[in-house]
């Protein structure tokens, strides 16, 4: 599609090229824009009706917005500006430029941008930062007609108006209630008989992520935001939380993957930048990985008395990463989705301990048959391998589970205890057990 509009774009068909992108998904029509070189952004941009414009503005990228902001007319950006929910003018605001930042703040009213600032002096990643203060309050004595006059009077303006907030004369949150129950109730019946009383919210200062949490757990369109003494001041929508679930989601697998967490698509991520997310932790884990190395040389005599050892080293390494990659990737998805606690971990130790005995004896199990039957290894050796493959499997399964929940104690994100880091332990580990299993039970 972007091949189809750029060609129509050189070509000057203006009108042709506005035909094919008025029809479009704001979110498809994002994608065809920042796809097509940088100069005809603005270009196709300016084709776009105005609603449809807005829309597919707040779906585009932070750097995608700047080129079109830098590249606006005063009334363009004015135009725009009218047209975005607060949380999108929020979120773009919060990657731009100082200069562009107060290039757009003087060009939308005296009350959006008291709110803007509000939001923004949130702390970021709180569900104060993501909250919309666009929507439809009601008041307890309403009737149910009184209530949809209000809605359409102000629902234009506001992000969603399915789910209503009854507040006081203080804004203190009173109570919920649906545009299904108004439709289903009389429209006599006054707001407070149909509301809902028993209401969820979050705080400003909430995490963002445990926001997100909440609205999937309760399965809200919406989810209320109040301040530290209940009064509303804000909604987080589903949209966004979808957007801070992929947020963290992504930042969790790099952090896994041992890498920096990136805030730009990997194609619009420079190989100078990649480098720079990447070598640090490259080379933590290689001079960690060094210490590997220092074990084997102190059991350097061990390993002459009996080489035949030496081939089941990257073996038993290898299965006590995996073992504790498997355990500590369970753990910290526990941890993300609020189901494990620190009261947890007395019950975690032997549910892991009891899966590593039964894991560990499988393998110990599997592996003897193959060492006599295949490898044909004498029968000591045999047990050397077999009983620390069992005790290393169940070792990498306790650091797996607990190095995690460690990490959160002490206030740093659990996935830096992800596969690489534990991996690297567990090595270690694994071949102190391995040599002092074969000095005791070969008496090298």
Same mark, same amino acid.
């Given at each position: 599609m972007e091949e189809k509009v750029l060609g129509l774009l050189e070509a000057?068909?203006?009108?042709?090229?506005?035909?094919?992108l008025k029809d479009m998904n704001p979110a498809d029509a994002a994608q065809v824009l920042e796809l097509l070189p940088e100069p005809k952004m603005p270009v196709a941009f300016r084709l776009l009706p105005k609603e449809l414009a807005a829309d597919t503005f707040a779906y585009m990228s932070p750097e995608s917005q700047e080129i079109l902001v830098q590249g606006f007319s005063d009334r363009e950006l004015e135009e725009v500006m009218e047209q975005l929910f607060l949380d999108d003018t929020v979120d773009m605001l919060e990657?731009?430029?100082?200069?562009?930042?107060?290039?757009?703040?003087?060009?939308?009213?005296?009350?959006?941008?008291?709110?803007? !600032?509000?939001?923004?002096n949130y702390p970021k990643d709180s569900a104060g930062s993501i909250m919309t203060m666009e929507y439809v309050d009601l008041k307890r004595s309403m009737t149910v007609e009184q209530a949809f006059e209000r809605i359409r009077r102000t629902g234009v303006e506001k992000e969603t108006v399915y789910t209503c907030y009854v507040t006081d004369?203080?804004?203190?949150?009173?109570?919920?209630?649906?545009?299904?129950?108004?439709?289903?109730?009389?429209?006599?019946?006054?707001?407070?008989?149909?509301?809902?009383? !028993?209401?969820?919210?979050?705080?400003?200062?909430t995490d963002q992520e445990e926001a997100a949490r909440a609205l999937s757990k309760y399965d809200f369109l919406a989810l209320p935001v109040v301040d530290g003494e209940e009064r509303l001041v804000g909604i987080v929508t589903v949209d966004d939380a979808i957007d801070v679930i992929q947020e963290e989601a992504t930042e969790d697998m790099e952090k896994m993957a041992a890498m920096a967490p990136s805030d730009k698509p990997y194609m619009k991520t420079?190989?100078?930048?990649?480098?720079?997310?990447?070598v640090p932790w490259l080379l933590f884990l290689m001079i960690s990985a060094t210490f590997t190395s220092g074990i084997i040389n102190s059991f350097e005599d061990a390993l002459a008395a009996s080489v035949v050892l030496t081939g089941f080293i990257p073996m038993l390494m290898d299965t006590g990463g995996n073992s504790g990659s498997q355990s500590s990737i369970t753990i910290i998805r526990g941890l993300s989705l609020g189901e494990i606690r620190y009261g947890?971990?007395?019950?975690i130790l032997l549910k892991e301990s009891s899966v590593a005995l039964l894991c560990g004896s499988t393998l110990a199990a599997a592996n003897f048959v193959k060492l006599m039957l295949v490898d044909r290894v004498p029968l000591l050796v045999a047990g050397v391998v077999c009983a620390t493959l069992a005790v290393?499997?169940?070792?990498?399964?306790?650091?797996g589970s607990t190095l995690p929940i460690l990490a959160k104690r002490l206030g740093f994100d659990p996935t830096v205890m992800a596969s690489p880091?534990?991996?690297?332990?567990?090595?270690?580990?694994s071949l102190v057990i391995y040599f002092n299993v074969a000095k005791l039970m070969l008496g090298i």
């Open positions: 000057r068909r203006f009108s042709e090229a506005a035909a094919l990657e731009m430029p100082a200069n562009v930042i107060k290039r757009v703040l003087r060009h939308v009213d005296a009350g959006t941008r008291k709110m803007i !600032n509000q939001v923004l004369s203080r804004r203190k949150l009173e109570g919920i209630v649906t545009v299904k129950d108004m439709l289903l109730a009389p429209k006599d019946r006054a707001i407070r008989d149909i509301m809902e009383t !028993n209401i969820k919210f979050v705080s400003t200062h420079s190989v100078w930048d990649t480098w720079k997310k990447r947890d971990v007395p019950r290393v499997v169940l070792v990498a399964n306790i650091v880091l534990i991996t690297t332990i567990v090595d270690a580990v």
